[in-house]
């Protein structure tokens, strides 16, 4: 992908460092995940800084590799914490992090999270620096606890943490189908802002080579057939029902051996290798110890010949949110066995590159196995299709590209958002700066015409006379609320009610008479309904040239009731038919209406006044 200008990236990978060995008990597929698309990232022109927990004293603070820089976060102690235990130590890490980019001249383009609690960080980056975030969960937490139970060591606080950040991502990126459903249907994501993304293989590392040749350089017998286990040794890998299959499968293929391969060291060590114990108990309850090899910990360099030289790739976890291995296998022209759940069920293409069997049964793992190894068309032609997938859909390449291609959306659709958010600032700006002005052309000839109005208001309701008050649209709802701050109360505690009728308000006359007669006349109607001498009727018209309200002055003017226009404009034809009147000289219906509502509550403020001072007045004749 051509970027118009290098992008910065910021990985966090809190437990998965891109540094460190593969196949211990929390290094894995993200740590090859995270270096492998840092290392093509970086190759297509990105700055990429990858932060993750020191967990060595002696690591430095920042390693350039790869072509991308992996900086070294302080959080905890400088030594290995299961990731289990690492939640305690995240706001410190994310309080590095954060230091750590306010100090960057150039900030970030986008932050890209793996696992939640790398996600907790990418979203207070987003927080304090407005930087977007991608987040790849690798494993959710209630998948987990759904297929682990008590054997998942995580707080249940993770549930409530991913669901907030599945809501607060700019993009989640789904790793196979069942992910994306599993994020759709136990989270409630956005189905918008998921991507599908799956993990990769290397075609440096693995492809396929001579099947003797490796055996040969790995110490492995060239006349027996081989079924490969490869990766961590954690008991939901299910390795425990790949021993229990072999005892079956050595009954139809007497030589078969298993080679199982990862570990703490490279060296077989039950010590530092817990479940490596197990299964060598596992093998000696089955009799099939003799057919098993362990080889601890294997390097990159070599996995291809381990690959290539099995006859069949076996993994059967009962739990897998991807599973790079299936996929290497495949590039490596070797057939896979895999359970059918998690990613495997994606990325193994059943009857064409492996075949899929139920998770925790030997039986249809060890049929499926003698299958592949009895049958050498099937062989050949499981083989041949799962180097065409592999290379077609899961090239670390092709990965980095799609990766790199959410980044640009995720970039484009924040740069959109802030554009609106301008536009949506200038709009509000523009409001205030257009009521400025429109208040300050209003208050020179107001400020006298309102005290003016409000006295005229205050002698209707000193005089035992009512206010009636009419007006149409937005004018109709300014017209109740001046009705409702006068027959309750604007400030003044205690005062009496002040009789207010608002025209229109009686829906039943209202629509009655302008549905059998004219809705022209409609004010006209009740005003001769309602008016006596010494009343005021008050009309809002932001035209000034409402016919309705007109025919109503009109009548009141007939009936000596003093009209009072609020109004817009030039103040139209009301306004030579308006006792007083408060005209707001502009042509936009909006800012009238808005300088109506002011003038609204100036002349309860005064008429209140008014009134007060008239009560006090007779007060103080009573007392004399």
């Known amino acids: 992908m051509n970027l118009t200008s290098p992008r910065r990236i910021a990985v966090i990978s809190e437990h998965a460092s891109p540094l460190s060995a593969i196949g211990g008990v929390d290094s894995g597929g993200q740590n090859v995940y995270v270096a492998q698309v840092a290392r093509r990232l970086a190759a297509s022109g990105c700055e990429v800084d990858v932060f993750t927990r020191r967990d060595r004293s002696e690591l430095p603070d920042i390693v350039e590799f790869d072509g991308y820089r992996v900086i070294h976060v302080d959080a905890g102690p400088p030594s290995y914490v299961r990731k289990e235990d690492l939640l305690p130590h995240m706001p410190a890490f994310t309080e590095f992090v954060c230091q750590f980019v306010a100090q960057e001249p150039r900030g970030y383009d986008v932050t890209h999270a793996h696992f939640w609690m790398s996600g907790m960080t990418a979203s207070e980056l987003k927080r304090r620096f407005d930087i977007p975030f991608v987040i790849t969960f690798h494993a959710l937490g209630k998948v987990r606890r759904m297929h682990q139970g008590a054997n998942d060591g995580f ?18 990126i789904a790793e196979c ?3 994306e459903i599993d994020l759709l249907t136990m989270y409630s994501a956005d189905p918008r802002r998921i991507t599908m993304v799956p993990c990769g293989y290397d075609p440096a590392e693995c492809q396929p080579v001579d099947r003797d040749a490796a055996r ?18 954690v008991p939901r890998k299910g390795v425990d029902n790949v021993i229990r299959a072999l005892r079956c499968v050595r009954e139809r293929v007497p030589e078969t051996m298993l080679v199982v391969a990862g570990g703490e060291t490279d060296e077989p060590d039950p010590e530092s290798t817990p479940e490596i114990a197990r299964l060598i ?17 294997r390097p990159r360099s070599e996995i291809r010949d381990w690959y290539s030289a099995a006859d069949v790739f ?17 590039a490596c022209g070797t057939p896979v066995i895999g359970a059918k759940v998690g990613g495997i069920q994606y990325t193994v ?7 899929l069997v139920p998770p925790n049964d030997p039986d249809s793992l060890a049929q499926a196995t003698i299958r592949v190894l009895t049958e050498s068309g099937l062989r050949e032609r499981l083989a041949v299709g799962g180097i065409r997938r592999a290379r077609d859909l899961f090239t670390w390449d092709r990965v980095a590209t799609l990766i790199e291609e959410a980044y640009e959306a995720v970039i484009g659709e924040c740069a959109e958002e802030v554009a609106r958010e301008e536009q949506r600032r200038r709009t509000v700006q523009a409001g205030f700066d257009g009521l400025v002005q429109v208040l300050s052309d209003a208050r020179p000839r107001n400020t006298r015409e309102a005290t003016r109005m409000a006295r005229l208001i205050s002698n209707c309701f000193a005089g035992g006379g009512k206010v009636l008050v009419c007006g149409n649209g937005g004018s109709a709802a300014e017209a109740q609320h001046f009705a409702g701050e006068l027959v309750a109360r604007y400030q003044r505690e205690n005062r009496r009610a002040l009789p207010v009728i608002v025209l229109g308000a009686e829906f039943s006359s209202l629509t009655a008479w302008a549905n059998d007669v004219s809705w022209d006349s409609v004010f006209e109607r009740q005003v001769e309904a309602f008016a006596q001498p010494g009343d005021v009727l008050i009309g809002f018209s932001t035209s000034g040239r409402s016919t309705n309200v007109i025919r109503a002055f009109k009548e009141a003017r007939r009936r000596k009731v003093q009209t009072l226009g609020m109004l817009g404009g030039d103040g139209g034809d009301l306004l030579p038919l308006s006792t007083a009147s408060l005209v ?12 109506h509502g002011l003038l609204v509550h100036l002349l309860c403020e005064l008429i209140e006044q008014d009134l007060a001072a008239l009560d006090a007045l007779v007060e103080a004749e009573a007392a004399s």
């Open 314 to 330: 076996v993994t059967t976890p009962w739990y897998e949110p991807f599973g790079i291995t299936p996929v290497e296998a495949m």
């Open 177 to 179: 189908p069942q992910d």
């Open 584 to 595: 707001v000289p502009t042509r936009d219906t909006q800012r009238i209406q808005e300088v």
């Open 155 to 172: 707080s249940t606080d993770r549930f409530a943490i991913e669901e907030g950040l599945v809501a607060e991502a700019d993009r989640v």
């Open 281 to 297: 108990g596992v093998a000696r309850e089955e009799g099939v110890a003799e057919g098993i090899r362990f080889v601890g910990r």
């Open 349 to 355: 293409a059943d009857g064409d590159t492996g075949l």
């Open 216 to 233: 040969e350089r790995l110490g492995l017998p060239l006349d027996r057939p081989v079924m490969l286990q490869l990766g961590r040794l």
